[in-house]
């Protein structure tokens, strides 16, 4: 398949040519994007930061009543099942869509809440544009409602530690043995 023939190659390679990022950085790269995030702590970070263990990420709201906190379990749940020595390699990233609410104070309470180990999580906030930017990269979408809540969907992205997207799922409720797969040979090394 060519660069062009996968989307989420392409849409980075367009924006390492827009933003001029380092060439030792490899094209389809997530890392491309040169976003600033701020996380749970209140310590700011380029998505580079996450470069060289395998991450698993996906973008949620704090506030979110019913399936963010589904999300979270879902991720929690693939890394209870990677052997301990490679869950230890594994790194969690989890986006707000709502920077506006989801300030540090609540990502860390967010993160209580959820009981993750934030030795390897990361919950983090950005401004609106790049929000906009990670989500299409990412295949979320999501908008906001009248009431302030978000509709939006459930994507969790597996990147190998370059930040290429090896695999994908929305898969909620049942395990997605594929995804396992890809996870397990990931953190192994493989």
Same mark, same amino acid.
């Given at each position: 398949? %060519?660069?062009?023939?996968?989307? #989420?190659?392409?849409?980075?390679?367009?924006? @390492?040519?827009? @933003?001029?990022?380092?060439? !030792?950085?490899?094209?389809?790269?997530?890392? /491309?994007?040169?976003?600033?995030?701020?996380?749970?702590?209140?310590?700011?970070?380029?998505?580079?930061?996450? =470069?060289?263990?395998?991450?698993?990420?996906? #973008?949620?709201?704090?506030?979110?009543?019913?399936?963010? +906190? #589904?999300?979270? !379990?879902? *991720? /929690?749940?693939?890394?209870?099942?990677?052997?301990?020595?490679?869950?230890? %390699?594994?790194?969690?990233? *989890?986006? &707000?869509?709502? +920077?506006?609410?989801?300030?540090?104070? %609540?990502?860390?309470?967010?993160?209580?809440?959820? $009981?993750?180990?934030?030795? =390897?999580?990361?919950?983090?906030?950005?401004?609106?544009? &790049?929000? $906009? %930017?990670?989500?299409?990269?990412?295949?979320?979408?999501?908008?906001?409602?009248?009431?302030?809540?978000?509709?939006?969907?459930?994507?969790?992205?597996?990147?190998?530690?370059?930040?290429?997207?090896?695999? /994908?799922?929305? &898969?909620?409720?049942? +395990?997605?043995?594929?995804?396992?797969?890809?996870?397990?040979?990931?953190?192994?090394?493989?």
């Amino acid at each position: 398949m %060519k660069l062009w023939e996968r989307p #989420m190659a392409a849409i980075l390679l367009f924006a @390492c040519i827009i @933003c001029g990022v380092p060439a !030792a950085t490899p094209g389809d790269s997530l890392y /491309q994007l040169r976003l600033v995030l701020t996380d749970q702590a209140g310590a700011a970070a380029t998505l580079d930061r996450y =470069r060289g263990a395998p991450v698993l990420i996906s #973008m949620f709201y704090g506030s979110c009543p019913h399936v963010c +906190p #589904m999300l979270i !379990a879902t *991720m /929690q749940r693939y890394e209870r099942e990677l052997p301990e020595a490679q869950r230890g %390699k594994l790194r969690v990233l *989890m986006v &707000s869509i709502d +920077p506006a609410r989801d300030t540090p104070a %609540k990502l860390t309470e967010v993160a209580g809440r959820h $009981r993750v180990d934030l030795g =390897r999580w990361t919950l983090a906030r950005t401004d609106a544009a &790049s929000v $906009r %930017k990670l989500a299409a990269v990412l295949n979320i979408q999501y908008r906001q409602l009248p009431d302030g809540e978000f509709n939006h969907s459930t994507v969790i992205t597996l990147l190998d530690a370059d930040g290429r997207a090896l695999r /994908q799922t929305s &898969s909620m409720l049942r +395990p997605d043995v594929e995804f396992s797969g890809a996870l397990n040979a990931a953190t192994a090394g493989r």
